[in-house]
């Protein structure tokens, strides 16, 4: 069995040189593709996730590792597509119509894809329109972000857009954000709630069922 500590360890510690040449390394070596993406490249992002959620290292620290993990995914990429590889499930993510805040957002659609899911990012001021058809395009997962007080009703108003489209029973929702709450998310009728990025992709995990 290959042994990917190396990758892992190189990819916790965000040197995107190091990952870049162990996952070709991997790849000239006959390491089985999907085992370079889960064992090497999702597993490092996973022990990223877990400390970062444990406050063992924070935001730079993070999207250094992110960075690290991409590169290593572009090189992966071609001969994922040409072995029918795919994503495990598919989120749509955007800050809500009304908010221009990004940061957070980013960091969890990198997350997100660090733990090997295809992620569709729609940036900010996302109309819930957007989200209704990402759901109708085949997006399991509509992650909703809010970093204003006066934004949040968006995250209703798109949950309602879902309802009325009749797609809200085929996809789940999660939001987050500093004013968000589990109250909130009761409140509105999300099915879930996340304090931060590395909680995001633990509530989307489960949501989709994968833990």
Do not use: C, W
């Amino acid at each position: 069995m290959y042994d990917f500590t190396e990758l892992k360890e190189k990819l916790f510690a965000g040197d995107i040189a190091a990952v870049e040449s162990l996952t070709r390394k991997a790849l000239d070596e006959g390491a089985p593709l999907k085992d370079i993406l889960e064992k090497g490249l999702i597993a490092g992002m996973d022990v990223v996730g877990k400390k970062f959620k444990a406050n063992d290292i924070f935001v730079p620290e993070v999207l250094l590792s992110a960075k690290a993990m991409h590169k290593g995914l572009d090189i992966l990429k071609p001969f994922l597509t040409g072995a029918g590889i795919k994503p495990i499930a598919k989120i749509a993510i955007g800050t809500v119509k009304g908010d221009l805040h990004d940061i957070g957002k980013n960091l969890v659609s990198m997350m997100l894809k660090g733990a090997g899911l295809e992620v569709l990012d729609f940036g900010i001021d996302v109309t819930p329109e957007k989200f209704v058809n990402a759901a109708k395009s085949g997006a399991q997962v509509i992650a909703m972000s809010s970093l204003l007080t006066t934004s949040m009703p968006s995250m209703k108003k798109t949950i309602d857009a879902l309802r009325a489209a009749g797609v809200l029973s085929s996809v789940k929702t999660v939001i987050g954000g500093a004013p968000v709450t589990q109250e909130y998310a009761a409140e509105i009728g999300a099915d879930g709630f996340a304090p931060d990025a590395a909680s995001a992709v633990d509530k989307v995990k489960e949501l989709l069922g994968l833990t």
